[in-house]
Structure formats: structure tokens, C-alpha cells
């Protein structure tokens, strides 16, 4: 019974996720684990900026490669200019005390900056040109400046405020997704927390974002393998929209295959297939859920081309489960000295994909893959 089971979670041979694509990184940049940003190290992946061809990018992926979601993380601090450490943010110019049109500030609790949310803007529009679905992500590990939100931080209201704002700017585009919370840890109660995601919720459904997916951040920096046993995905399936449904609301899991799952090694030691997202699987389909895999990915190197190339056949193959996952990572990081790149390798026009990318992100997505590849995962079980 237990085969059975397990084999009805395999759908059709040439299934794939609705949704695959690659985080375009960039914006995120000098923000740590403690929620901690020096915006002094943000390097927005946009050459209008000073940076990388993160709208290239987006085009030769969705274009070339038929990808269709891209995640542009991006800081709290950023976002409202709250400078936490030394430097100042490097896409303006300081005068007493201001940048942009807001006051420089330590608090959470601030307007969206004109200068910085309208440069972050100038990535999603790029996003958005290519057809594609983009994902908001805020990326601070549910912390500000190394205080819980709702839990020691700042507080759910505050948190809210931020996410109205970003709601109301992007209400009318359909392809937004609204990343709650990049990669919350170590939270000591996951009821308050799922109370804080439910703030948020709240306040974008509220500010007139209506039918735009929501991704619902667990603890443990939202693992997949422990989103179960951890009481993530338990207290987070309370949180419902304003009619008390939970529509267009996902969870948001994360997953890498090296020997630690930290996501910074070159080499991977497992697809993960069996450990996480068989288990993951059964509970979504049975709980009528589904989860988006936000961040996986993997070096360019013979045991990651078998092991993400093998996951993300997986992912492909359980669309009941899985709407899409987004590979770790493009934008900013260099094509050549970043373990875990995505980058593509020359320019706008003439870009050629990492090895990673073409035959898992994109080549998994390919009905004879998927065909061959199934046989075998269901033989595995």
C-alpha cells in the first residue's frame, strides 16, 4: 500500500511545474543571517546602477531557456534606507543626515525610500517585461538589525506597514509574488511566528493585492526537510486570507543538497528525494497544499548535475505538490567565482548558460528527460 502510495505522487511523464526560473541576487547584498545589512555592500545587479545585466539575464533566461519566475531578494533596510552598520547605501549621495526623500534611520518602522525602492523597482520592471512571475523577496531571516519580528523585534504592525507599502505599489501586477521572509531560523515559537506571517498576509491582501501568491516562510531558514517535523508547515497552514481562505497562499521551502545543506559547497552529496521531498510531498497533496522551492542549487560539478538534476526531475514530475522551484543564484554573483553560480557566461545577446542550469534547471523541463527520469525515480521507490 505504502508503493502505491508513493507512486500516485509521480504524475504524468511530460509534467512539469508550472513555474522554474533563477534568483537574481544582487540587492540582498551585505545583509547577514542576524538580519544584520550594511547597505554600503548592496550591489544592485542592474548596469543603470553600476552593476551586473541582472534585466539581461531575465531576458536570455526567459527567452533562451523558457524560464518563467525569477526571485529578487532585496533588504528591509534597503527598501526603507535604515542603515545598520558603517557606510551608506551606494546608490545615492548622502546630504545631513538624508537619502533619497526619507531620513536616514536605524527604526523598521520607516516609509519606503524613494530613491532605493524606486532602484528595486527598476529590477522588478525588468522582471516583469519578460512575462515572467517575480518574486519580492525580503531577505533579512525574519530578523531587523538581530531582533525576531513579533518576537523581541520589531512588531507585527511594523512588519505589516512594510508590506502594505510594497502591496499597494504592486497591486494591479498579477505577476508579483510576495515573498514574505527569506529564510527564518532559530525562532522560538513558531505560533507567534505564523501570527506575524498572518500580519503580513493581512496588510497586502488589504492594501487591494488580492489574488497574488503569497509564500509562507517556516523556520529551521524554512528547510524543506524539517517544514513537517519542525511545526512549520502545522502553524502556517492557519494563516488564511481575508475570506479565510487559503488561496494563492504556498509555502516556501528551501533545500540544498551539499554534505550540510548550507548551500556553499561545490559538491553535492544527495537529491534528497526519499529524505525530503517525497516525505514533503505526501503531506501537501494529503493537506491539499503546495510549496514553491525557493532556493536550491548546486555547484557546477559531476555529483550536482546527478543529484539537482535528479531533484528537480522530482519536483517536475509532482506538480500536485510543487508549483516551481528557483535555482540559487544569478545577478550579482560572478559567472566564474561563486560556487553555487547561475550567472550565465558573457553578455547581453550572447549569453551561454552554466552547465547547472542547462541540463537541471532547464533541460529537467524537457518531456523526454522527464520520461526517462521518471521510470527511474519510481524504480528507486
Known amino acids: 500500500m505504502l508503493l502505491f502510495t508513493l507512486s500516485l505522487l509521480i504524475t504524468a511523464a511530460y509534467a512539469v511545474s508550472p513555474l522554474a526560473g533563477v534568483n537574481i541576487a544582487g540587492f540582498d547584498f551585505g545583509v547577514d543571517i542576524t538580519g544584520t545589512a550594511n547597505l554600503a555592500s548592496a550591489d544592485p545587479p542592474l548596469t543603470a546602477l553600476g552593476g551586473s545585466d541582472g534585466a539581461a539575464q531575465m531576458s536570455h533566461f526567459a527567452k533562451q531557456d523558457s524560464l518563467n519566475l525569477f526571485r529578487l531578494p532585496v533588504s528591509w533596510q534597503f527598501l526603507i534606507n535604515s542603515q545598520s552598520l558603517t557606510g551608506s547605501a551606494n546608490n545615492g549621495t548622502m546630504t545631513n543626515g538624508t537619502m533619497g526623500n526619507a531620513t536616514h534611520t536605524n527604526s523598521a518602522a520607516g516609509a519606503l525610500d524613494a ?4 532602484n528595486y523597482d527598476q529590477l522588478v520592471q525588468a522582471c516583469l ?8 523577496d525580503v531577505h533579512n531571516y525574519a530578523r531587523f538589525n538581530n531582533e525576531i519580528i513579533g518576537q523581541g523585534g520589531p512588531s507585527n504592525e511594523e512588519f505589516a506597514n512594510l508590506w502594505s507599502q510594497i502591496a499597494a505599489k504592486y497591486k494591479n501586477e498579477t505577476n508579483i509574488v510576495f515573498g514574505i521572509m527569506n529564510e527564518p531560523h532559530n525562532i522560538p515559537d513558531m505560533k507567534i511566528w505564523a501570527a506575524t506571517v498572518q500580519a503580513a498576509v493581512t496588510a497586502i491582501r488589504t492594501a487591494g493585492a488580492t489574488t497574488q501568491m503569497i509564500l509562507l516562510p517556516g523556520n529551521d531558514f524554512t528547510g524543506a526537510q524539517t517544514f513537517v517535523s519542525n511545526g512549520s508547515a502545522g502553524n502556517l497552514s492557519n494563516v488564511h486570507n481575508l475570506d479565510g481562505s487559503n488561496t494563492s497562499l504556498i509555502f516556501d521551502v528551501h533545500k540544498y543538497l551539499d554534505a550540510d545543506g548550507s548551500g556553499q559547497a561545490l559538491d553535492c552529496s544527495s537529491n534528497h528525494i526519499t529524505d525530503t ?12 497544499r503546495q510549496a514553491i522551492l525557493s532556493e536550491t542549487g548546486g555547484g ?3 555529483s550536482c548535475l546527478t543529484d539537482l538534476c535528479n531533484t528537480l526531475t522530482f519536483i517536475n514530475a509532482n506538480t500536485d505538490a510543487y508549483m516551481g522551484y528557483v535555482g540559487w543564484a544569478a545577478g550579482g ?3 566564474t567565482n561563486y560556487n553555487l553560480t547561475m550567472t550565465p557566461i558573457g553578455s547581453a545577446g550572447n549569453f551561454t548558460d552554466q552547465p547547472i ?9 524537457m518531456g523526454g528527460g522527464i520520461a526517462s527520469k521518471k521510470r527511474m525515480v519510481r524504480k528507486t521507490l
Not at 530613491?115 to 524606486?118: A, E, I, L, V
Not at 542550469?357 to 523541463?365: E, S
Open 115 to 118: 530613491t532605493n525602492s524606486n
Open 129 to 136: 517585461a519578460t512575462g515572467a512571475h517575480c518574486i519580492i
Open 277 to 288: 521531498f517525497m516525505p514533503l510531498a505526501m503531506f501537501l497533496v494529503a493537506n491539499k
Open 300 to 302: 557546477n560539478s559531476a
Open 333 to 335: 554573483f560572478s559567472p
Open 357 to 365: 542550469v542547462k541540463q537541471c534547471l532547464v533541460g529537467t523541463r
